[in-house]
């Protein structure tokens, strides 16, 4: 979860936003209780696996480990993280990356493209060429 990815752009949310009811509204909360500290994506992975937990055992009608278990492999659930999914081994699958690239002392999207407004530069400059 960056700040980024739940801006307005264009006069509208972008598609992330969109897809994850309740991203932005938890960018704006983080903000208040924290103010002047950055968010991270820790701070976004940790409340995305309390939104799995809680509706894993509201689906499980249960807190016993098997039944929330079951009910976990079951989900397709989208949280402020991103989309939740895991195959029968309970790997995640569901999850997509975005990736970023510091261009010119600010971090940009570089993938995916829908997303992104700069290009990666590739290849990297020098360390000694990078402002």
């Known amino acids: 979860m960056e700040a980024e990815l739940v801006t307005l ?16 509204e938890f960018v704006e909360s ?19 696996g309390c939104q799995v937990l809680m509706e894993a055992i509201r689906r499980a009608g249960s807190l ?9 492999v079951k989900m397709d659930l989208n949280t402020v993280f991103g989309a939740f999914k895991v195959d029968k081994d309970g790997f995640q699958v569901g ?8 261009q010119d002392g600010k971090k940009v999207i570089v993938w995916p493209e ?18």
């Open 30 to 48: 983080h903000r208040k209780e924290f103010p002047g500290a950055d968010l991270s994506y820790h701070s976004a992975a940790g409340y995305g």
């Open 9 to 24: 752009r264009a006069g509208g949310l972008i598609p992330i936003a969109r897809q994850y009811p309740g991203a932005r």
């Open 114 to 131: 829908e997303l992104a407004p700069g290009k990666p530069r590739f290849p990297t400059p020098p360390w000694s060429q990078r402002q």
């Open 64 to 72: 016993d480990s098997e039944k929330v278990r079951a009910a976990i």
């Open 95 to 102: 999850h997509k990356d975005v990736m970023f690239q510091w």
